[in-house]
């Protein structure tokens, strides 16, 4: 086996494990640049798109074998009803959670959001079963790109979808919150949101929107991790929602880019960890950077330094 040829396997690998750490840590910026605080019920929102997604698949009773023309348009459905459904949820996080608490002390909404996180964690339990959930792999088939002593380098058709879905949301995204009126609002609200509401615009709304904008794009970060991995339980939201934020806070938290780009190295980074050392300390890789990036990245690597506001 060629290094070069495995090296380049995993690389394929991590991009499309980043990609998708790299949509749940969208959120966590954005809930942070517009409230500046961690939504910490976003790892469980990925969750409930990821059970939503499964579900809708099974009920639409998509399977490989479905023509090709026909799947993708199933596929879109379920996006479109994990993005719904979950949108839903991440609404009432902010309306039950942190809207009746933005005056008080800084804790008191994070400490709700840890109840939203465990209660929804454990309706998913008793509603789902506790037990792991498998699919039949729907999207199969791939490329091979190179091939040395045996080892073929391999991107499947899920791989390239995932990637290219993400690129695509992100641009979407960005000229969204560039260019568009509620982008402006965000921004507004993210310098000064007393000074934006004199000014005519509805604070509450926007900081609604944004929770929604975040919990949809985890929503299609659960649907792609159902589809490539095929297996998920209740308690996938804590793992994938630390390693999101440890992508949030390395990226800088309160960039969009720089989500996208902790995604992309926390991925990298699991992937060849995995394949170089020990899968067992996989997670404690990730660990141990989000401290590292604490300690000397405070600001992350896109972030702006805090300014305090006098």
Same mark, same amino acid.
């Given at each position: 086996?060629?290094?070069?040829?495995?090296?380049?396997?995993?690389?394929?690998?991590?991009?499309?494990?980043?990609?998708?750490?790299?949509?749940?840590?969208?959120?966590?910026?954005?809930?942070?640049?517009?409230?500046?605080?961690?939504?910490?019920?976003?790892?469980?929102?990925?969750?409930?798109?990821?059970?939503?997604?499964?579900?809708?698949?099974?009920?639409?009773?998509?399977?490989?074998?479905?023509?090709?023309?026909?799947?993708?348009?199933?596929?879109?459905?379920?996006?479109?009803?994990?993005?719904?459904?979950?949108?839903?949820?991440?609404?009432?996080?902010?309306?039950?959670?942190?809207?009746?608490?933005?005056?008080?002390?800084?804790?008191?909404?994070?400490?709700?959001?840890?109840?939203?996180?465990?209660?929804?964690?454990?309706?998913?339990?008793?509603?789902?079963?506790?037990?792991?959930?498998?699919?039949?792999?729907?999207?199969?088939?791939?490329?091979?790109?190179?091939?040395?002593?045996?080892?073929?380098?391999?991107?499947?058709?899920?791989?390239?979808?995932?990637?290219?879905?993400?690129?695509?949301?992100?641009?979407?995204?960005?000229?969204?919150?560039?260019?568009?009126?509620?982008?402006?609002?965000?921004?507004?609200?993210?310098?000064?949101?007393?000074?934006?509401?004199?000014?005519?615009?509805?604070? $509450?709304?926007? %900081?609604?929107?944004?929770?929604?904008?975040? @919990?949809?794009? !985890? #929503? +299609?970060? *659960?649907?792609?991790?159902? =589809?490539?991995?095929?297996?998920? $339980?209740?308690? %996938?939201?804590?793992?994938?929602?630390?390693? @999101?934020?440890? !992508? #949030? +806070?390395? *990226?800088?938290?309160?960039? =969009?880019?720089?989500?996208?780009?902790?995604?992309?190295?926390?991925?990298?980074?699991?992937?060849?960890?995995?394949?170089?050392?020990?899968?067992?300390?996989?997670?404690?890789?990730?660990?141990?950077?989000?401290?590292?990036?604490?300690?000397?990245?405070?600001?992350?690597?896109?972030?702006?330094?805090?300014?305090?506001?006098?």
């Amino acid at each position: 086996m060629g290094h070069m040829e495995y090296f380049t396997q995993q690389l394929i690998n991590g991009v499309t494990l980043g990609s998708i750490y790299g949509l749940i840590a969208i959120g966590y910026t954005m809930v942070y640049g517009i409230i500046g605080m961690i939504n910490f019920a976003h790892g469980d929102i990925f969750m409930v798109g990821s059970f939503v997604g499964l579900i809708a698949l099974v009920v639409l009773g998509v399977s490989a074998a479905t023509p090709f023309f026909l799947l993708i348009l199933a596929l879109l459905v379920v996006i479109a009803i994990a993005m719904a459904l979950t949108a839903v949820w991440g609404w009432t996080v902010e309306r039950i959670a942190y809207r009746p608490l933005r005056g008080s002390f800084r804790l008191a909404p994070l400490i709700t959001a840890i109840g939203m996180s465990i209660t929804l964690q454990n309706f998913v339990q008793i509603s789902q079963g506790a037990r792991v959930k498998p699919v039949q792999p729907i999207i199969t088939g791939g490329y091979s790109l190179m091939e040395k002593d045996g080892f073929v380098v391999q991107i499947s058709n899920i791989q390239i979808i995932i990637v290219v879905l993400t690129v695509i949301l992100m641009a979407g995204f960005t000229t969204l919150i560039s260019k568009t009126s509620l982008g402006r609002a965000q921004r507004a609200c993210e310098q000064d949101a007393r000074m934006a509401s004199l000014l005519g615009i509805n604070v $509450d709304r926007t %900081i609604s929107l944004t929770f929604v904008m975040g @919990a949809a794009l !985890a #929503a +299609v970060a *659960g649907v792609m991790f159902v =589809l490539y991995y095929g297996v998920i $339980d209740f308690y %996938i939201g804590f793992l994938a929602g630390v390693k @999101a934020f440890t !992508a #949030a +806070v390395l *990226g800088g938290i309160g960039s =969009l880019p720089g989500a996208m780009l902790g995604g992309l190295l926390i991925g990298l980074i699991e992937t060849f960890w995995s394949a170089y050392f020990s899968i067992e300390y996989k997670d404690v890789a990730a660990f141990s950077i989000l401290v590292i990036a604490l300690i000397f990245l405070p600001s992350g690597l896109l972030g702006r330094p805090e300014v305090e506001k006098v």
